[in-house]
């Protein structure tokens, strides 16, 4: 909800995604911590909220979560419940 406090969350993005997110940053808090040959990794302070969690899943393969931890356990269990329809 709404009223939680922010949580930080790190995000490794591919370097094509990172382009898009340095111009159209997900949040006002978003700053690029590292960068690599294949990828960017961002740090960001928001409140873990539905709108967040759609805007990562919206990157797909694109994005992975490397914390917090129970966000990444919740965006797996999305996803694993979203291949289930395809069975």
């Known amino acids: 909800t ?4 922010p949580i930080k969350v790190l ?3 591919s370097l094509n995604q990172s ?3 340095i111009f ?3 949040h006002m808090s978003q ?3 590292s960068r690599t040959n294949d990828h960017v990794v961002f740090e960001l302070f928001v409140v873990a ?10 990157m797909g393969e694109d994005v992975k979560v490397v914390e917090p931890k129970s966000l990444v356990e919740k965006l797996k ?3 694993n419940n979203s291949l289930k329809r395809y069975e």
């Open 77 to 79: 269990l999305t996803l």
């Open 31 to 33: 700053k690029e911590i």
């Open 24 to 26: 159209q940053p997900l």
């Open 19 to 21: 382009e898009y997110l």
């Open 49 to 58: 909220t539905y709108e967040l969690e759609s805007l990562i899943l919206g």
């Open 2 to 5: 709404s009223k939680e406090d």
């Open 11 to 13: 995000l490794e993005v």
